[in-house]
């Protein structure tokens, strides 16, 4: 609708194929804001128009290459205004024609939960804390030894209170033998009523759950980041852009520093570091050399300075090992800049947890793995939050934690532009 409005108004003679590619850049900017999630993602007015923005800003990018077709000015624009606007008062339109609907009764859906009091009270809080929800709940059945007079019955007598109730949907959020499950299941099945398995375990678990197989049996993997395909491939996509516009303008500047770095010391101008990227996968991280070539040989006997209470972490503040010209490097991070070709491998992103080395992941708890999760960054929240001056291992992995669960296009721009201030300061470089 977009497009047709737009060509309406400005006279454009390429609509015709640029309708697809114009429709992917508006699917992609939308998805890249979450405003495709479930419940508000998909009404927030505020997620829909930075969507739209994000889309119209790769349009803009792409009519400037040269073998780009050629439009209008006054074509993105209308497009731009005329996207955010339809799909608001379209998205505002729907919710406001299914709250009413709900209101009335009408395309709820008849739900009956098996649990125990507690639980149920659980699963009934959540449905009532999510306005959107579609479940009008007719009431609760126990475990066999579970006696509640609120109740409908026990499991029991599962096939007489599926026929009297006459549920759409049966939440299960306890935990049953597999025989009385095996029983429970049959009957929803012969009774043509859906199961839904609230696993006992799910409120302890942040993270997206992804049904599965293991061999013949059905399962959960639970993945502890909630990056999605189609945001990832925006993700990289966002890194090859930026990653190539940023070789193209540091080269000159990359050449001085590896002019400064042979005529400071003896050593080659590149150091290569062995560390941790996704999925605990190992790669060679390239930095410019800012210490001397013995600086590994020197590493034990200078352990008692580091400047971390946990030995999952490594920092001097006043590092003998640093060159004159390695300190320059370091109090810009300009040390950190060969690790654009990182990017360009795949081996790290511009935004992300900074990857560990092997043997600071080999004193890692469960918990700490979440920072193995996405593609490990040049930047991420810990560097904009204070970098080494954070010296608490744990609170680091709080940060990254957040990043990875709360992960969006804005986000990982908003956290370049805050490095480019913590760069320029030096605030808890070393």
């Known amino acids: 609708m977009a497009v047709v409005g737009a060509a309406t108004l400005t006279p454009v003679g390429a609509v015709g194929r640029l309708l697809l590619p114009l429709i992917a850049l508006a699917l992609l900017g939308l998805n890249a804001r979450n405003a495709y999630t479930a419940a508000d993602g998909r009404r927030d007015p505020v997620r829909i128009v930075t969507g739209i923005a994000v889309a119209t800003a790769a349009l803009v990018i792409s009519n400037a290459l040269p073998l780009a077709a050629r439009m209008p000015t006054t074509f993105i624009a209308a497009f731009a205004g005329i996207a955010a606007t339809t799909l608001i008062a ?23 939960i098996v649990g125990r009091h507690a639980e149920v009270q659980e699963v009934v809080a959540a449905l009532a804390e999510d306005r959107h929800s579609e479940h009008c709940v007719v009431g609760y059945v126990t475990p066999s030894h579970v006696q509640d007079a609120q109740s409908l019955g026990s499991v029991d007598e599962i096939d007489a209170i599926l026929d009297r109730a006459d549920p759409v949907e049966l939440i299960l959020s306890a935990s049953l033998g597999p025989d009385v499950l095996r029983h429970v299941a049959n009957a929803c099945v012969t009774r043509g009523v859906a199961i839904l398995a609230v696993p006992t375990w799910g409120h302890a678990i942040r993270g997206w759950v992804e049904p599965v197989r293991v061999g013949r049996l059905p399962a959960y993997h639970v993945h502890p980041a909630r990056i999605a395909v189609p945001s990832l491939l925006l993700k990289r996509a966002t890194d090859l852009l930026l990653t190539t516009i940023g070789l193209a303008l540091g080269a000159p ?81 300009l040390d950190e800049l060969p690790q654009l070709l990182n990017v360009l491998t795949g081996d790290m992103s511009l935004v992300g947890p900074r990857p560990p080395l092997p043997r600071e992941v080999g004193r890692y708890e469960p918990r700490h793995f979440v920072r193995l999760s996405v593609v490990p960054g040049m930047t991420g929240p810990w560097q904009v939050n204070g970098r080494n001056l954070i010296t608490d291992f744990e609170e680091i992995v709080r940060l990254e934690k957040g990043y990875v669960e709360a992960w969006s296009l804005a986000v990982d721009l908003q956290i370049m532009f805050r490095t480019v201030g913590v760069v320029l300061s030096g605030k808890g470089a070393y």
């Open 253 to 333: 500047l990359m050449a001085l520093i590896a002019i400064a770095i042979k005529l400071d010391s003896r050593g080659p101008v590149f150091y290569r570091q062995r560390r941790v990227g996704l999925g605990g996968r190992e790669f060679l991280m390239w930095k410019f050399r800012s210490m001397s070539i013995e600086a590994d040989d020197d590493i034990d006997s200078i352990a008692h300075l580091n400047c971390y209470r946990d030995g999952r972490l490594f920092k001097l503040q006043r590092d003998p090992r640093v060159t004159r010209v390695g300190r320059v490097l370091r109090r810009f991070s």
């Open 90 to 112: 379209e998205r505002w339109l729907v919710e406001l024609a299914v709250r009413q609907a709900y209101a009335r009764g009408i395309g709820l859906r008849k739900a009956l």
